[in-house]
């Protein structure tokens, strides 16, 4: 697979979303995304290494204490996968200002990777639909 989307239960449509729209840009690509793809929980690991690329989408604090999501983003760093930052913030889809996640302070997780996805990711503007320009800047 070419790419792995990493998310939360809160943000599922954000990243089915972002998903097709990628699909629509890249015709042939293929994304790993739970929801269309998991077979076995027990090989999510697997899944992640099998990937060329790594999606972190990050709406919302519960990535980071989602007990999948740390699996995910563990074997991702373990074997150094590229790693591109999405933030949704739309508060009305499980998003979240990025004013309300900089206190990450008591995350159970590597901290830095917060740190990262506050810093660098791209933010995801949402419109009907998602801009593909705006999901030009992920690739």
Not at 23 to 40: A, H, K, M, R, T
Not at 51 to 69: D, I, K, P, Q, W
């Amino acid at each position: 697979r070419h790419l792995f989307i990493s998310h939360s239960w809160d943000n599922q449509d954000a990243a089915a979303t972002v998903k097709r729209q990628l699909q629509l840009l890249l015709p042939g690509v293929s994304i790993f995304l739970d929801i269309d793809n998991l077979e076995d929980i027990s090989f999510l690991e697997r899944y992640v290494r099998g990937s060329a690329v790594f999606l972190l989408l990050m709406g919302s604090e519960s990535y980071f204490t989602s007990r999948n999501c740390l699996r995910e983003v563990r074997r991702a760093a373990a074997t150094s996968k590229p790693l591109i930052l999405l933030h949704d913030c739309n508060r009305k889809k499980n998003g979240a200002p990025l004013s309300e996640l900089r206190p990450i302070e008591h995350l159970a997780c590597a901290e830095h990777l917060a740190e990262a996805v506050l810093r660098l990711g791209v933010t995801l503007l949402r419109s009907k639909p998602i801009q593909p320009p705006r999901l030009g800047r992920v690739l």
